[in-house]
Nanobody
Framework: QVQLVESGGGLVQAGGSLRLSCAAS????????MGWFRQNPGKEREFVALIIWSGGTTKYADSVKGRFTISRDNAKNTVYLQMNSLKPEDTADYYC??????????????????????WGQGTQVTVSS
C-alpha cells in the first residue's frame, strides 16, 4: 500500500496559478501510474492528468490541456500538478492516486478511477471569478 499526502490547494483568482504536490510513501514502485482527479459535491470524480512513474509519459483531460502540467520528482517520491490560467470551473477537491501500471493496457485505461488503488485525502482548490 502507498500513502499519499496532497498539499498546495487554496483560493486563487481566475487567471492565477497553483501548484499541487502529492508525496508518496510506503510500498512505492517504478511500475506505478500516478493520477490527479477532481470532484465537486454531488458529481463524479473526474480525471485531470496522469504520469507513468517510469518514463514520464503523461496524459491530460481535454479541459486542462495546455494549462496544467503534471511532473514527478523521483528523489522526493513526489508528483506535482502545476495549474496555470485557472478558471472558476477548475474549482474542486483535487485527489492524488496511485495504481499499478500495466503497459499493455494502454495509457487511456488509466483515466478511470477504478484503476487506482491508493488515494490521498484531497486538497481543495477554489478559483474566484
Amino acid at each position: 500500500q502507498v500513502q499519499l499526502v496532497e498539499s498546495g490547494g487554496g483560493l486563487v483568482q481566475a487567471g492565477g496559478s497553483l501548484r499541487l504536490s502529492c508525496a508518496a510513501s510506503g510500498r512505492t514502485s517504478s511500475n506505478y501510474v500516478m493520477g490527479w482527479f477532481r470532484q465537486n459535491p454531488g458529481k463524479e470524480r473526474e480525471f485531470v492528468a496522469l504520469i507513468i512513474w517510469s518514463g514520464g509519459t503523461t496524459k491530460y483531460a481535454d479541459s486542462v490541456k495546455g494549462r496544467f502540467t503534471i511532473s514527478r520528482d523521483n528523489a522526493k517520491n513526489t508528483v506535482y500538478l502545476q495549474m496555470n490560467s485557472l478558471k472558476p470551473e477548475d474549482t474542486a477537491d483535487y485527489y492524488c492516486a496511485a495504481g499499478d501500471y500495466l503497459y499493455y493496457r494502454g495509457i487511456a485505461y488509466y483515466t478511470n478511477t477504478a484503476q487506482y488503488r491508493d488515494w490521498g485525502q484531497g486538497t481543495q482548490v477554489t478559483v474566484s471569478s
